[in-house]
Each structure stands twice: as structure tokens, then as C-alpha cells.
């Protein structure tokens, strides 16, 4: 409970450290004149550093999908917010490290994220000026979902409630998404656009391995499938050798970290005209507007002139034609 508790009060700590810039961005968007706004989807990869990864990259790549929508409110300054689904995961069995190798631990665990992050355009991005591209950088909050789960005989089980070490954490965290990405335009409706985010949690739980081992004794008679997923090297050399009790199992000093890196298509919400929402599009708006009225009109004309004609063709062959008199018997 203590350490809920202490979390949660690190994620206050860092929410009052990005209410100003949270304020900034409200502000922004309240005295700037809005321009245009874009929907997509996000694609790519996602991974994670943690205990189980020994504090670096590892090479483990998972499937990660999202939506997003943006709010263009200048050239440089954007509104972004996203509903993203990746998925992290770690084995020991993958370690160079025979130490680690012997601890055996593995896990895997979604990640169901919902964030707001502000962009700013290092180079003033506006489709009608053809500045057509350009790299940015983000920064903003978010929430996530995760579930920690390890893989013993074939099936999958939810480490949460297991409480392998004997702790007690929230599967609802806060999360701090910064990065950088670059995004070009194809055209006045579609963007693309490349994407690296780092994701600062607040919890060394991602991987359900934290602290030091509980006393495992303990733990098998109250719950011996705890006990098997909270220690699992007697499964690496065959034996259980000795109680871990107190023995480091992780890192508490190093919380955890997530990324999603990918790719993103959206499409341009402008009006039917293909142009952004500004006064000194108007004038071309109008024209737009009469052209297809204009053309309209020329084309149901043609359309009784040729009638006309027709008509007046059968009625010249009906008078060129000669007239045939019926015989009386």
C-alpha cells in the first residue's frame, strides 16, 4: 500500500512540473485562430527497458496500433491526442549473462495507452505556403492500462495478483510521452509521417519484477503457483537448493520505460473545397461555388438545343416525305 502510495505521489510530483506547460498549450489553443484539424492511424513497433532487459535495448520487438487526431493551430504548434495498443515482453533465457539466464524470469504485457501531446514544428509546417515537411518535437501526458503476465507449462498467468514479490501495485499508471518524429505532405488531404516516443513511467512493476525475493517457503503454502513464478531457477538447474529470501530479484532504484516507434498516415479535415479554414481562402471558395452552377446551367442548355434540333429534324423529313394516296377499290 505504501508503495502505491509513493507512487502516486511521484506522479503528482511530475504533473505539477508539466502543469505549466499544460497551461501554455490550453492558452495557445484559446487565443489562436484554429486552422485545420487530421485523423489516422499509427503503426509500428513497441518495446521496453526494465529489470528484464537488464536496463537496456534487447532487441524484442512487439506489434504495436493506434488512432490519433491533431489540431494544427499554427505553423509551428500542434494538438495531438492518441489511443494507442502496443505490447512489451522479456525473457532471461535471451541473456548473455548466465547469471541472469539462471533467474529464468519472462514476461509479457499490453499496453493500452491514452495521451494528449503538444508538437512544435521546428520548421513552419503550412500546406498552402508549400512548406510541405517538417521535424518536430512532442511532449505530453498520458495514461496507460498494463497487465504483466509469465508463461509456465504452455499457458500464460496474470502476475498481479499473484503478488510475486510480495508488493502491491496499480495496473493504472501516468505516464510522461516525449520524442521526436518528422512528417511530410503528399498532397492538400494525406500526411506521413515518422515517429520515435519514449515513454517515462512512474512504476518498476511493467514487468512484475522489482525488489528481492519473498520468503518462498512461505509463499508455497499459501500459493504454490506464486511461488513457482516468483522463483523460477530451480527450473533452470533442477533443483531448489536454498530459500532466495531477501536476495535481490530486480532494480527498485530504475523504474521502467516504454517506446513506440512507427509510422503515421492521416488525412487533412478541410472544408469540401480541399482548403484550409481561413479567411483569405475565401475568394477561391467563391469562385469554386460558382463554377459548378455555371456549368450546370451550359450543360442543361446543350441539352435543348439538342432537343430542338431533333425535333426539328423529324419535322423536315416528315414534310420531305411523299404522300402516298390510299386506292378506292
Known amino acids: 500500500m505504501k508503495h502505491s502510495l509513493r507512487q502516486c505521489g511521484n506522479c ?29 492511424a499509427y503503426i509500428g513497433t513497441s518495446t521496453y527497458v526494465g529489470d528484464l532487459s537488464e536496463q537496456e535495448f534487447n532487441g524484442n520487438f512487439q506489434a504495436m496500433l493506434g488512432i490519433l487526431g491533431r489540431y494544427n493551430f ?37 499496453i493500452i ?22 521535424p518536430y518535437l512532442f511532449l505530453g501526458l498520458g495514461g496507460y492500462y498494463f497487465n504483466p503476465q509469465a508463461q509456465w507449462k504452455g499457458e500464460w498467468h496474470n502476475l498481479h495478483d499473484l503478488h510475486t514479490e510480495r508488493q502491491d501495485y496499480s495496473r493504472l499508471q501516468l505516464a510522461v510521452p516525449f520524442g521526436l518524429g518528422f ?11 515518422l515517429e520515435f516516443g519514449a515513454r517515462k513511467t512512474f512504476t518498476d512493476y511493467l514487468d512484475d519484477v522489482s525488489t528481492n525475493y519473498p520468503d518462498i517457503l512461505e509463499m508455497q503454502q499459501e500459493n504454490t503457483l506464486a511461488a513457482i513464478l516468483s522463483y523460477r531457477t530451480p527450473e533452470y538447474t533442477g533443483m531448489f537448493t536454498e530459500n532466495p529470501v531477501g536476495q535481490a530479484r530486480g532494480d527498485a532504484q530504475n523504474n521502467d520505460w516504454y517506446f513506440f516507434i512507427g509510422g503515421t498516415i492521416t488525412v487533412n479535415l478541410t472544408d469540401k473545397y480541399g482548403l484550409d479554414y481561413a479567411e483569405k481562402y475565401e475568394p477561391f471558395k467563391e469562385h469554386l461555388k460558382k463554377e459548378p452552377k455555371e456549368k450546370k446551367d451550359t450543360v442543361k442548355k446543350r441539352h435543348k438545343k439538342k432537343k430542338y434540333q431533333k425535333r426539328k429534324k423529324r419535322k423536315k423529313k416528315k414534310q420531305l416525305k411523299p404522300a402516298v394516296k390510299r386506292r378506292s377499290n
Not at 489553443?29 to 485523423?39: F, K, L, P, V, W
Open 12 to 40: 503528482l510530483h511530475t504533473f505539477r512540473h508539466l502543469l505549466p506547460f499544460i497551461i501554455f498549450l490550453v492558452f495557445t489553443t484559446n487565443s489562436a485562430r484554429a486552422q485545420y484539424g487530421e485523423i489516422g
Open 74 to 110: 499554427t505553423p509551428n504548434l500542434s494538438v495531438k491526442a492518441s489511443l494507442t495498443k502496443g505490447t512489451i515482453a522479456s525473457d532471461d533465457a535471451d541473456s548473455k549473462f548466465e547469471e541472469i539466464r539462471m533467474r529464468n524470469l519472462n514476461f509479457r504485457s499490453d
Open 113 to 134: 495507452e491514452l495521451s494528449v501531446t503538444g508538437e512544435w514544428n521546428l520548421i513552419p509546417f503550412a500546406i498552402r505556403e508549400e512548406k510541405t515537411a517538417s
Open 183 to 193: 512528417k511530410f505532405n503528399m498532397s492538400y488531404k494525406v500526411n506521413f509521417g
